[in-house]
């Protein structure tokens, strides 16, 4: 997909553990997003990155911590699972401020 | 009330006919204007970009946005089987907000 992949692709964990999700792009893209679809709600912004090191919270941040310590890679922490936090995520990727966003292919993500 | 707000549907139309997805918003600030679509299982891919009021048509897609009444629309012509999907609108740049998604199925 365009050059941006995310991992893994499903996953299945317990409440109370910690998960990270990756997202790796080979675009040189400064500003990279996460964000959860869930039905009724559409898509929501959790964290975004407007460059290494620098990162901002969106929407739906409680419960999540992002790192990029590199500028092809974003990271996703969910620090203490939650069943709430059963979705499906995904990364996204821009380029300049009129290029709209290239999605990844999405982490179906479930927490038992 | 939602930032932006677009009919869930679903939406199902023949073959050919004319279709019209729409979403309304809240915050005059936007100035950029997306649809996406989506396929089941996938992520969502860029379809039709507009800065500010105005229309933009490519190919058989057509997007129009009226600022004045926070109103958005995209148009699908001759609309295909293969056109089936979810269609969502969004709006903004770096906290880009997106609308529900509204499913399309477009039946031979």
């Known amino acids: 997909d365009a050059g941006i992949t995310q991992s893994p692709r499903h996953k299945v964990t317990e409440t109370g553990t910690p998960v990270t999700l990756r997202c790796h792009q080979t675009?040189?893209?400064?500003?990279m997003y996460w964000y959860r679809q869930d039905p009724g709600h559409g898509l929501r912004l959790i964290h975004y990155s407007y460059g290494v090191k620098d990162t901002d919270k969106g929407e739906v941040s409680d419960g999540y911590s992002v790192s990029r310590s590199k500028t092809e890679d974003f990271l996703l922490t969910l620090e203490s699972a939650t069943s709430s936090q059963t979705s499906v995520y995904f990364c996204?990727?821009?380029?300049?401020?009129?290029?709209?966003?290239?999605f990844g292919s999405g982490t179906r993500l479930t927490v038992v | 009330q939602k930032e932006v707000e677009q009919d869930p549907g679903p939406l199902s139309v023949p073959e050919g006919a004319i279709v019209s997805l729409n979403c309304t918003y809240s915050n005059s600030a936007f100035q950029y204007f997306m649809w996406y679509r989506q396929y089941s299982r996938k992520g969502p891919e860029l379809l039709m970009y507009t800065y500010s009021s105005g229309n933009k048509e490519d190919g058989r897609f057509t997007a129009q946005v009226d600022k004045s009444s926070k109103y958005i629309s995209l148009f699908i012509r001759d609309s295909q089987p293969s056109d089936s999907a979810t269609y969502l609108c969004a709006m903004g740049v770096d906290d880009m907000r997106f609308g529900a998604g509204t499913r399309l199925t477009v039946k031979p």
């Open positions: 996204a990727i821009r380029g300049g401020e009129e290029n709209g966003y290239t």
């Open positions: 675009e040189n893209h400064r500003y």
